[in-house]
């Protein structure tokens, strides 16, 4: 294993894995709700993201996400949040409700039949810095870290 960082680390194994999705439609048109929930099990072979005496465990990850919206011809909102808690095999001490948190919103509109003006937000926090970090995943260990990103655009 050449570089070690949480993903060289994690084989992805994902040995049991259910999504359920039920849509709730409100009464008002164009607006809509739809909560979901997965879990999965994941074996991690270096949960430290350390090369020297890496240590190994089983996973359960659960994600219940609430994602809620408007859409009609010249605007559509979207908003959408989910959080991860996990559940280690033999490292009780990481269990967490709240491992990772994402939000994300999107905004566009068309005020006119050729121009799209649009603005994408995100937020994410997490317990393991690496995640954020997916061109040289130097942090290791755990900690909290949080990335927040706009991206305003203006098609024609």
């Given at each position: 294993?050449?570089?070690?960082?949480?993903?060289?680390?994690?084989?992805?194994?994902?040995?049991?894995?259910?999504?359920?999705?039920?849509?709730?439609?409100l009464?008002?048109?164009?607006?809509?709700?739809?909560?979901s929930?997965?879990?999965?099990?994941?074996?991690?072979?270096?949960?430290f993201?350390?090369?020297?005496?890496?240590?190994?465990?089983f996973?359960?990850?659960?994600?219940?996400?609430?994602?809620?919206?408007?859409?009609?011809?010249?605007?559509?909102?979207?908003?959408?949040?989910?959080?991860?808690?996990?559940?280690?095999?033999?490292?009780?001490?990481?269990?967490?409700?709240?491992?990772?948190?994402?939000?994300?919103?999107?905004?566009?509109?068309?005020?006119?039949?050729?121009?799209?003006?649009?603005?994408?937000?995100?937020?994410?926090?997490?317990?393991?810095?690496?995640?954020?970090?997916?061109?040289?995943?130097?942090?290791?260990?755990?900690?909290?870290?949080?990335?927040?990103?706009?991206?305003?655009?203006?098609a024609?």
């Open positions: 294993m050449g570089m070690v960082g949480r993903r060289g680390g994690l084989l992805g194994l994902v040995l049991l894995g259910m999504t359920c999705v039920p849509t709730v439609v009464a008002q048109a164009g607006f809509y709700v739809t909560p929930f997965s879990f999965g099990e994941v074996y991690d072979d270096n949960i993201s350390t090369a020297s005496k890496p240590e190994s465990d996973i359960t990850r659960f994600t219940p996400t609430i994602q809620a919206g408007y859409q009609s011809k010249p605007l559509t909102v979207l908003g959408r949040y989910s959080f991860d808690a996990e559940i280690y095999a033999k490292h009780p001490d990481l269990n967490a409700a709240q491992v990772r948190q994402r939000a994300s919103a999107e905004l566009t509109y068309l005020p006119i039949r050729p121009l799209t003006l649009s603005v994408n937000g995100s937020y994410v926090q997490t317990q393991t810095p690496s995640e954020l970090n997916v061109l040289t995943e130097l942090q290791v260990g755990r900690s909290r870290a949080s990335s927040l990103s706009l991206a305003p655009s203006v024609y």
